[in-house]
């Protein structure tokens, strides 16, 4: 199978609406990367999603809505959500929720937790899909398990394009990294940082919002430490480069890529996935990255760096 490359048009997006609801695998742009998408209600083809990234079946997925009326019908919802959603979607922003009883979204989604993660996507070619299909979209990350994620749709194609059916060009993804992603199944708390902050969500709900670290690491079962990782071992905080090491530069420093010579944290964010695909395609044994410093969207570039940089697992 070779994926077939479909265009924002009314026709390819008419295809990719029809593969989602045969049950077929097609990969969509989103604003913060790209996502491997299936019908969440149907068994077969979210399992398709897992056997297509050889991804562990203990890490669930987070199920992609067009409204908000979609997400009440899969999650308990609550103020908090309800405020949240209304700040902040559509946009970079999941939330995990209690799974309604009658939701109907297979059991391998949520890798048989009581919760659900869901967000409404803003990129605009993920909106015109989602109202096509009229279903809820499952999707990871269209990258094979562990590796670093994709941005841009050459991206998609080099991982997974012999595995699904299509995927739908919607040109670089612009936010870059992954959505920010909050537990809001009990006390306020972030599982994954991203573009939308703690700092914006705490003053959004008037409350603190717990870190992963203080909280039950059970809430977080997907949070795998080496993630990201490219062929390369990865070396973080460079201040000098060594003989042979491939430089990735934050701000004025001589180097090989630059995810921002201003130092600008929103254009490395955007930046970061696909400079390190282009470095670990050359081939280095060793990719040196200058230090990215944390805060607002330096906080989400730095976790997921040290995560790219963690010793890997198996
Ligand atoms: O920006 C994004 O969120 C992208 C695009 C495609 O939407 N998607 C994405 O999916 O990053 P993925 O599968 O690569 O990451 C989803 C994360 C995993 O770490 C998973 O463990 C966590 O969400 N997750 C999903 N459901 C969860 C739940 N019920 N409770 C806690 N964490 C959950
Ligand atoms: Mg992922």
Redesign the pocket.
């Given at each position: 199978m070779t994926a077939k490359i479909l265009q924002d048009s009314p026709e390819g997006l008419d295809i990719a609406a029809q593969l989602l609801r045969d049950g077929a695998l097609v990969a969509l742009p989103?604003e913060?990367?790209?996502?491997l998408g299936a019908d969440a209600r149907n068994d077969d083809a979210v399992a398709g999603i897992f056997a297509a990234k050889a991804r562990p079946g203990f890490?669930?997925?987070?199920v992609?809505v067009h409204d908000i009326a979609a997400a009440q019908r899969l999650v308990a919802w609550s103020p908090e959500a309800d405020r949240l959603a209304r700040l902040f979607w559509p946009g970079?922003l999941?939330l995990?929720l209690p799974l309604r009883r009658d939701a109907g979204v297979s059991g391998l989604v949520?890798a048989g937790?009581p919760?659900?993660?869901v967000?409404m996507?803003a990129h605009p070619v993920a909106r015109r899909l989602l109202q096509r299909a009229g279903l809820p979209v499952a999707?990871?990350?269209?990258n094979r398990s562990g590796q670093i994620?994709p941005t841009r749709v050459d991206h998609v194609c080099a991982g997974l394009g012999d595995r699904i059916a299509a995927v739908v060009d919607g040109g670089p993804c612009g936010v870059g990294l992954?959505?920010t992603?909050l537990?809001l199944d009990g006390a306020p708390t972030l599982?994954?940082p991203g573009a939308v902050t703690r700092d914006q969500i705490a003053a959004a709900l008037g409350q603190p919002v717990l870190h992963r670290r203080d909280a039950d690491t059970l809430?977080?079962?997907?949070?795998l430490r080496s993630h990201y990782a490219p062929r390369a071992r990865v070396r973080l905080n460079a201040t000098d480069w060594a003989q042979g090491e491939a430089r990735l530069g934050f701000g004025p420093v001589d180097c090989d890529l630059n995810l921002s010579p201003s130092g600008d944290l929103d254009e490395a964010a955007t930046n970061l996935f696909a400079h390190l695909h282009r470095l670990d395609a050359q081939g280095a044994a060793v990719i040196a990255v200058s230090p990215v410093p944390h805060q607002g969207m330096g906080i989400a570039i730095n976790d997921r760096l040290s995560r790219a940089a963690a010793p890997r697992e198996g």
């Open positions: 989103t913060t990367v790209y996502g890490n669930p997925l987070i992609h970079p999941t995990v949520t937790l919760t659900l993660a967000r996507p999707a990871p990350s269209a994620s992954e959505s992603i537990g599982l994954r809430n977080a079962p997907g949070q």
